[in-house]
């Protein structure tokens, strides 16, 4: 899990943020992110998604925000089936 998705989580419960800015700033990972829109043809809840989708769909909002906050670049993946998917990711850092 990144800083930025853990600066997402307690935004979006009205809690503090930790003090951390400057080092999420300073040591980045790569420009862009991939980030995975969410699907509500798709959405379930098991052990790992204990989310309902309003809450993911929130979620959502504020991690893509807080990228966004910190200067990434968004990729959103398409909504394909899980091969097409990768095929979309492999061509993406081929051209990077």
């Known amino acids: ?4 998705v853990v600066t997402g989580g307690p935004g979006l419960e009205g809690r503090p943020v930790p003090a951390h800015d400057a080092a999420a700033k300073s040591f980045r990972y790569h420009h862009e992110v991939f980030v995975a829109p969410l699907w509500p043809e798709i959405f379930e809840n098991d052990a790992e998604r204990r989310q309902m989708l309003e809450e993911a769909s929130l979620t959502y ?3 893509t925000e807080a990228y966004l906050d910190y200067g990434y670049s968004l ?4 909504r394909l089936a899980v091969q097409e998917r990768v095929g979309f990711v492999l061509r993406h ?3 990077a």
């Open 93 to 95: 850092l081929r051209r």
């Open 61 to 63: 909002d504020r991690v």
């Open 75 to 78: 990729v959103e993946l398409p």
């Open 1 to 4: 899990m990144t800083f930025v």
